[in-house]
């Protein structure tokens, strides 16, 4: 809570990821990433290292479990084509790029589905661009197949702020919460669909 | 003329150096360990598992992420960087071709089955304690270990230490091998502890001082030492980590859980805990706490202050700094609130003269380990990113003189050098 804000409730200004309400098997999954190396924050992984899988679980169900309105950020000051660009990777993907909507794995409402797939919202544009290069660059990695590696490497450079600032801009219902499963079967197959 | 007498000279002052290097005092290598009060197990491979358990092998052995036992690990030391070999079975990166006289060689004497000397950063200076009985075991044991193909890393050491003929002196000036001898003026129990502790557990390889070469200094030496980016406390001052008034159920509790009522393993000793400790039977914990707490303590009669702050800016600043940060936790009166909190006021790891731990457990959190007896410890946040190196310095100044709290200041510099990052 000392960096992801009271509660966990961290909003899109700082850098410091949102956690409150994601979904908690998400959470638990990258406790466990970070204590094994296939993400790289040294205060994450120096707080993990010698704790139980039970105690992280539990850490992971109590503030995936929060439901605590979020906060937009102001987008004013972005050009309308980047955005623009962002809503459409988002919404409908890129076919030309083979990469698939975010909604089609990250909810209609873009909060994650249950148990494993994490929200998009709520988050600064710094992280998601962040998160989106450490992927291209292999410094951030998830359980095999790891999609999002591929998903990331396939992006152009550009579509990293397009993808952090949209996604930074959307307003969340205070019920917002993970959907409960896929609407559709998922358009590539992912490690990190389960805990 | 001349020439031949100082050659004749020299060849003697290198025979004499050969002769040191080489041909070292008797050494003991018979003799049974002291023994357990309850068995470690019915077979050798079981005794092996606990064995290596209490020598704490695991954990260096391993890369973050990568397969048990199978090397990787880099430890950061003032000499340069060593990483720690494969010890799976496997015969070509591995051990697996080690015969058991090799295995015994290595723990024993310190020297690699290819007749390479180790360094000490593999404590073999503790090893060489351990009987061959128990030795034999710890290789049984690690040959059921699943072999991994993982060629081990060369270290990358600094001039000279990266010299064999460095090595070798300091092994000569620093390590003399020896079966641990018990002790007949004490009981059981007691060299049984003392075999533990000054053995297979290796507690002195972080808890006493290390010389300019990286050599303990002295038996039981009082000054305890700076390992791993933190500082390991003394256990023979009772104002450090001294358990000499310690009941022995207490000292017991702190190494199965890691948490006493107003103490926490943190840092390095979190991980001795985890990893070790927490799995080892009470029977041994409580040999060790025996002696443990016979360690004689150095006296208190010496000013443990050398500088006491006394800047009321600095104190003031440090004081408002607190209560915006610490206080909410550790209370206006440094009293805690236990268990969440543990008491500053009287807390030695926070009056101790090193003020490394301190530093770094504001830096990046303090986290006791999740034992089976404390499964969800409370952890300190960290402030790294909160608070500069000046305030860090003047809250700790604060803390460390108030309450009754005696100890000397902290410096922007003592927070600077441990901005190095959390881990070791």
């Known amino acids: 809570m000392a960096c992801h804000g009271a509660e966990g409730r961290a909003t899109p200004e700082g850098y410091y990821p949102r956690i409150a309400g994601k979904p908690p098997g998400y ?14 924050f040294p205060m994450m992984s120096y707080m993990v290292d010698r704790q139980t899988d039970a105690f992280l679980r539990e850490l992971a169900e109590y503030f995936g479990n929060l439901r605590l309105p979020y906060a937009t950020r102001d987008t004013s000051h972005v050009a309308a084509a980047l955005l623009e660009r962002g809503r459409t990777l988002v919404t409908k993907g890129d076919a030309g790029l083979r990469v698939p909507a975010c909604k089609s794995c990250h909810g209609e409402s873009l909060l994650g589905v249950l148990p494993a797939v994490p929200g998009l919202l709520g988050l600064s544009p710094d992280y998601v661009i962040g998160q989106l290069g450490a992927w291209r660059n292999h410094t951030r990695r998830a359980r095999e197949p790891d999609c999002m590696a591929s998903i990331a490497s396939r992006l152009r450079s550009e579509d990293l702020a397009a993808l952090g600032w949209w996604l930074a801009s959307q307003h969340v219902p205070a019920d917002a919460a993970p959907a409960p499963d896929f609407e559709a079967k998922p358009p590539i197959s992912c490690g990190s669909f389960d805990e | 003329m001349r020439t031949r007498l100082a050659l004749a000279a020299l060849a003697v002052l290198v025979l004499a150096l050969l002769v040191f290097l080489f041909v070292g005092p008797k050494d003991r290598t018979e003799g049974e360990a002291p023994p357990p ?20 092998c695991r954990p260096c052995h391993t890369a973050r992420g990568g397969a048990d036992f199978a090397g990787g690990r880099a430890i950061t030391t003032p000499f340069g960087i060593f990483y720690s070999p494969n010890i799976t079975p496997d015969p070509q990166t591995g051990i697996g071709t080690w015969t058991s006289d090799d295995f015994w060689h290595a723990l024993h004497n310190g020297y690699s089955r290819d007749g390479r000397p180790l360094y000490p ?36 050491l600094r001039f000279p230490y990266d010299r064999t003929v ?64 933190w500082y390991a406390p003394s256990l023979a001052r009772s104002h450090e980590a001294g358990l000499q008034t310690w009941p022995e159920q207490q000292i017991v509790e702190f190494l199965a859980t890691g948490r006493t009522a107003d103490a926490a393993g943190m840092g390095p000793m979190a991980e001795v805990i985890y990893e070790s400790l927490q799995h080892v039977p009470p029977s041994e914990l409580d040999a060790m706490a025996a002696y443990l707490k016979s360690i004689p303590g150095a006296s208190e009669a ?60 504001v830096l990046y959190g303090g986290y006791p380990p999740g034992t089976a007896g404390n499964p969800r410890p409370f952890g300190m946040p960290p402030f790294a990113d909160r608070l500069t190196n000046v305030e860090i310095a003047e809250v700790l100044t604060y803390v460390r003189s108030a309450w009754g709290n005696r100890a000397g200041a902290v410096s922007a510099n003592d927070v600077l050098r441990n901005r190095t990052g959390p881990e070791w």
């Open chain 1, 27 to 40: 959470l638990f999954n990258e406790l466990v990433n970070f204590r094994v190396g296939r993400r790289h």
């Open chain 2, 37 to 56: 009060s309850v068995s470690l197990g019915a077979t050798a491979i079981e005794r092996g598992r606990a064995l290596v358990t209490l020598a704490d």
């Open chain 2, 121 to 156: 950063t593999f404590p073999y200076t503790n090893y060489t304690k351990i009987s061959r009985r128990d030795a034999q075991d710890m290789y049984e044991y690690l040959r059921t270990i699943a072999p991994v193909r993982k060629p081990s890393r060369e270290h990358e």
């Open chain 2, 166 to 229: 460095a090595l070798m002196l300091w092994r000569r000036l620093f390590f003399r091998p020896g079966v641990y001898q018990p002790d007949p003026a004490h009981s059981s129990k007691w060299n049984r502890g003392a075999y533990l502790v000054e053995g297979l557990a290796h507690c002195s390889a972080c808890h006493e001082a290390r010389n300019s070469l990286g050599a303990i200094r002295s038996e039981r030496n009082p000054a305890g030492g700076l390992v791993l980016n």
């Open chain 2, 302 to 361: 010496r000013p443990l202050v050398t500088s006491r702050a006394t800047d009321p800016a600095v104190l003031a600043s440090g004081r408002e700094i607190y209560g915006k940060n610490c206080a909410r936790c550790h209370g206006d009166d440094g009293r805690g609130k236990p268990p969440a909190a543990l008491a500053l006021a009287g807390n030695r790891a926070v009056t101790m003269p090193s003020v490394t731990n301190p530093v770094r457990i």
